[in-house]
Structure formats: structure tokens, C-alpha cells
């Protein structure tokens, strides 16, 4: 699960064209109108597309007719982004067919706080396995005790907070301010509209082109093949008839 939660810039559902929900963390609003673009230019045939453009990471997760998309921080490692686009679908997916049943016509944002809430235990959820995956070990001291006494926390090599201290200020390091707090402060260029309008649809042609040229080969091995066969199978006619003999009767 992601690590840090400002790595995610942006998160939204959306059916075809039309978002659900969001989730922005970020002081720009043009990443609405820039992930608006890219839902549009959502890849078909494919049920997972990444691509990192001006430090940023693009990922859509289809699960048809949804589409599960984010905007992440180019420090998020890929295991993290599925982890968490997948946990949001997992959780979600039921609401959503249930909404559908009730309502064919979903109008935009119309799954905005139910979607608020599984964000939230999604990011709750990654961040407590997260704590957990450090290098110790809790032991509840006083366990069944009324009186509730917080748990010891026993490292079990060398100083593993500092550790982890350390390697969360490398992950946030590109959001940390002057001041030393995390920023999650983004903005949106006119490159990035580009990426979406002329770079993610050129990329989505540059798969239609690739995948038409592996069927066009898989043809002409289907066609030889078959070419082969009737010939050898005609040589063996020859063979078995002396010839032409065959066809005098």
C-alpha cells in the first residue's frame, strides 16, 4: 500500500467519461480538468496502463464499464499504485453495481461520499500495515488489562525508527518545503494537457498499431502453414496416383 499518502496527487472513479468521485490533494485545480482529459482518453482494450510524464505517474485500473485512475508522485513504486487502485476497486466495485441497479443514469460525483469513506479506510488500512511492516516487534505487556497500558515497542536490529525516519524523508523528499514540512503543492503545465490530449492518445494508437501488426504476422503463419499442408498432402496424391492416372477413371 502507498507508503505516503501525498504521493497520491490525484484519485477518482468514473464511468466512461463521467466522474463519480475524486479525491485532489493538491492546491491546483487544473489536475481535475487534466485527469478529466485522460479518463476521456482512456485506453481501450486494456485493463491496466501506467505511464510517468513530467514526473508524474499516470495508472488506470479498467474494470469495465469503470475505470479506477490516479495521478502519483513518480516516487510511488508501481507495486504501490496497483496495491492501491485495487484496494479502492475492491472496496467500491459492490457500491457501485448497487448504485447502477438503482439508478442507470449516474450523473457526476453522485458516488462522492461513499468514496470519501473507502478512501479513507483504504489509506488508514495501508498506513497501519505500513507501521507494522517495520523492523519490530509489540508486546502487550498487560494484556486483557482494564487499566489498558499502552504496548512496549522491543527493536530488534540496531535503531530501526531512526531508519524509517530516514526513509520517509527520502520518499517526501521532492514535496518537502522550505520550512521542512510536506507540501503537496502541484502544478499543472500546459505540457501535462498535452500529454493527455496528443501523447496518451498517441501512445494508445502506437499499441493499436503494434497489436495489428502481430495479427497481421499470426495470419500470414496461419496462411503458409495451411499452404504447406495442402501441398505436401498434393504431393502425396501425386504419389498414391502414379500421377494423373486417378483421374482418367
Not at 485506453?43 to 475505470?67: E, K, Q, V
Not at 500495515?129 to 515497542?153: A, E, F, Q
Request: aromatic content about 8%; proline content about 4%.
Amino acid at each position: 500500500m502507498i507508503s505516503n499518502p501525498e504521493l497520491i496527487h490525484y484519485a477518482c472513479i468514473a464511468k466512461q467519461t463521467t466522474i463519480l468521485a475524486q479525491h485532489n490533494t493538491t492546491n491546483d485545480p487544473k489536475i481535475e480538468s487534466l485527469a478529466s482529459q485522460c479518463i476521456e482518453q482512456t485506453p481501450p482494450n486494456h485493463s491496466l496502463f501506467s505511464h510517468t510524464h513530467n514526473n508524474r505517474t499516470f495508472t488506470f485500473l479498467i474494470d469495465s464499464p469503470f475505470t479506477f485512475f490516479a495521478i502519483f508522485n513518480n516516487l510511488t513504486l508501481k507495486s504501490e499504485t496497483l496495491a492501491f487502485l485495487n484496494a479502492v476497486k475492491t472496496a467500491s466495485r459492490g457500491a457501485l453495481d448497487h448504485q447502477i441497479q438503482d439508478s442507470a443514469d449516474l450523473h457526476p460525483l453522485c458516488f462522492q461520499p461513499q468514496f470519501d469513506s473507502i478512501l479513507k479506510e483504504t489509506l488508514d488500512l495501508g498506513s497501519e500495515l505500513t507501521g507494522n511492516s517495520s523492523n519490530s516487534i509489540v508486546i502487550d505487556r498487560d494484556c486483557g488489562n482494564p487499566r489498558g497500558k499502552r504496548p512496549s515497542t522491543v527493536p530488534l536490529l540496531g535503531k530501526p525508527l531512526e531508519g524509517l525516519k530516514k526513509k520517509k524523508r527520502v520518499v517526501g523528499s521532492d514535496l518537502e518545503g522550505k520550512d521542512g514540512n510536506l507540501e503537496n503543492k502541484v502544478e499543472v503545465s500546459d505540457s501535462e494537457f498535452n500529454f493527455c490530449n496528443r501523447d496518451l492518445k498517441g501512445m494508445v494508437n502506437d499499441h493499436r498499431q503494434k497489436a495489428k501488426h502481430i495479427w497481421k504476422k499470426h495470419v500470414w503463419v496461419v496462411l503458409l502453414l495451411d499452404l504447406f499442408v495442402c501441398a505436401v498432402l498434393f504431393v502425396i496424391w501425386l504419389w498414391v496416383c502414379s500421377g494423373f492416372k486417378c483421374m482418367a477413371y
